[in-house]
């Protein structure tokens, strides 16, 4: 009877430990889903989460990729302009060093015809006064002298003296051969009254490279009657017929 009673209650017992095992088990099972469940939602949204920031990251790398592009474009454009400008400003600089080379090189040609021209002209005044010296004595030089004196005079009549002062400059003749009394006392007289100086006195100097006639000199007014610059301006003019010719 006792052993059927303790096999009973071992029953019994066993019986509630089984039921309050299944008991737990269920519970944890429940649980554990239900966590699970929890974490699996947690992940989704992290997931969810993950996935829109990784559009907006997209988004935003296309955006900076698009201003990127555009600012690329606007630098290659700002470079094209600056190079342009650059080339522009060689290419300027470029013509203006050979337009001054030009110039120059036109300069120097009109220098040198220049230089040419008075060396010829100072040539051919010195073949005349050689041709005058072995063809003509003194005696007819000076006949042809004292007519180039007489001619510079009436040409003197005629000329305009109302913007010379001469009490700011001294009259100066220059003559291939002195002057006689009566050629100083008559060009006195003809620039005294041209010149409104009753009591002017002339400064003579004899330069015979003038070869005959005579130059004069108030100031900066130079009025050339030599027969040196008669042969220069005869040479010119000969000069500019050829030029002409050909």
Known sequence: MLTLQFVFLQIVV???????LKKMIS?????????LSAVYEELVKKQRELLEKNEMAEKEYQA?????????DKLSNQALDKARKKEEEILKKARGEAEEII?????SRDQLGHEI????????????????????????TKLIHGQFVRDFI???QGADFS???VKEHQPVIRSAFALTKEEKKEFEQV??????????????TVEEPLIAGVVLQIGTLLLDGSFANTVQEASVKLKEKFEYQA
Request: charged share 35%; net charge negative.
């Open 64 to 72: 900076k990729k698009e201003e990127a592009a555009v600012i690329a």
């Open 154 to 156: 009436k040409e003197i």
């Open 14 to 20: 066993f019986s509630v430990l089984v039921f309050l």
């Open 27 to 35: 519970g944890d099972t429940e649980t554990n889903v239900k966590r």
């Open 163 to 165: 913007s010379v002062d």
């Open 191 to 204: 620039l005294g009254q041209k010149l409104n100086a009753p009591e002017l006195k002339l400064e003579e």
């Open 103 to 107: 110039a120059k090189a036109f300069g």
């Open 117 to 140: 021209r008075v060396e010829v002209s100072k040539q051919a005044i010195d073949i005349m006064a050689e041709m005058l010296k072995k063809i003509f004595s003194v005696d007819t």
